[in-house]
């Protein structure tokens, strides 16, 4: 299945977390921390940044006004790459269900 590419489609996201690096050099701290992101979607552009990479952004609902999130840039091999894993892992999710 082809389609044409859209960069406004937002996928998305049921959990975003980041586990910072502070454990355990905080020898306070009993576990390491867990913080809760506030992402709730990707998307995927092209040539944001950095021309012929492709960009996988993760951000807010409100990112057509400040979007608040991070950005990755793949080469588009590494891209294909992780759109075979994604299909994958959703293959085996499918099976699982």
């Known amino acids: 299945m082809t389609s044409p590419f859209n960069p406004m489609i937002a ?3 049921s959990r975003a977390q980041a586990y910072p690096h502070t454990w355990p050099e905080d020898p306070s701290l009993k576990d390491a ?3 809760a992101l506030g992402i709730d979607h990707l998307t995927v552009d092209v040539s944001v940044i ?10 807010t609902r409100n990112a057509g006004n400040d979007a608040y999130g991070q950005e990755y840039d793949l080469t588009p091999s590494d891209a ?7 299909i994958a892992a959703a293959a ?6």
Do not use: K, M, N, W
């Not at 950095?50 to 951000?59: D, N, P």
């Not at 294909?80 to 994604?86: D, F, I, W």
């Not at 085996?92 to 269900?97: G, K, W």
């Open 11 to 13: 996928f998305p996201v």
């Open 33 to 35: 921390p867990i913080l």
């Open 50 to 59: 950095q021309l012929g990479t492709v960009t996988l952004a993760a951000s």
């Open 80 to 86: 294909r790459a992780l759109g075979h894993q994604l």
């Open 92 to 97: 085996r999710c499918e099976v699982a269900d």
